[in-house]
């Protein structure tokens, strides 16, 4: 499974658009990128999914740069309920497994500021 | 629509007592379940998995066990808690294994004292 990286923390004020990275430079072709969000005392909960290209959904928008090793999650006009941790997931889709094959990192922390 | 429901929402447990956590999956018919744990400050954990009845597949020992008694219910229990055990307690459930869009319950706060 591919290693990720992404900013320990973040900062912005709401209403602004806040874009986190996240490299797996070793990422391979079976494999695709998610995206979970933790607030405190709550289970993560799934943001959006890609494996290339550019996906967008009600919450967010995912580009995936085109070599894949770079991807960013772009939050339009952040709010208060919007400071979570961001974790950012790279792993294959085994048709054939039994376990979902996840592994939390320790993720981006944003605050957010009004 | 699918529910998640964990219990307790707390629980604060002496040292060498048992403990049992609960979850249920209503609106959706042989779910892949999870127990998840994240130590305060620290990252998410899986414990184990399961994908029927009766099976459960261990992925970190943590000298806890967890049983499917139903094919809507997980259980987590062990019979002597250690301080090591405290942290936050997820389960979380997905449609067919391999499928990695996981969701989520709201958690069971453990304090071990």
């Known amino acids: 499974l591919a290693k990720t990286t992404q900013p320990p923390s973040m900062e912005a004020y709401e209403g602004q658009e806040v874009n986190v990275s996240c490299s797996h430079t070793?990422?391979?072709?079976?494999?695709?990128i998610y995206w979970y969000r933790q607030v405190p005392h709550q289970g993560p909960q799934f943001i959006i999914q890609g494996y290339k290209d550019y996906v967008v959904n009600e919450v967010a928008s995912l580009f995936i740069s085109a070599d894949r090793k770079l991807s960013t999650l772009s939050l339009p006009w952040v709010s208060l309920r919007d400071a979570a941790v961001y974790y950012c997931?790279?792993?294959?889709?085994?048709?054939?497994?039994?376990?979902?094959?996840?592994?939390f990192g320790k993720g981006t922390k944003l605050s957010v500021k009004s | 629509a699918q529910t998640i429901h964990q219990w307790p929402v707390a629980e604060i447990k002496a040292v060498g007592s048992p403990l049992s956590l609960g979850c249920t999956i209503k609106g959706k018919s042989s779910p892949n379940l999870y127990w998840y744990w994240q130590a305060t400050g620290g990252t998410l954990q899986q414990l184990f998995y399961s994908i029927t009845v009766g099976q459960v597949e261990s992925v970190v020992q943590l000298n806890l066990s967890a049983s499917r008694p139903k094919d809507d219910q997980f259980i987590l229990s062990t019979e002597k808690l250690l301080l090591s055990h405290s942290g936050f307690y997820l389960c979380?459930?997905?449609?067919?294994?391999?499928?990695?869009?996981?969701?989520f319950g709201s958690g069971t706060r453990l304090t071990v004292l």
């Open positions: 997931i790279v792993t294959d889709i085994d048709s054939g497994g039994s376990n979902a094959k996840l592994t």
């Open positions: 070793n990422i391979a072709t079976s494999e695709y």
């Open positions: 979380a459930w997905s449609y067919w294994g391999g499928a990695e869009t996981l969701y």
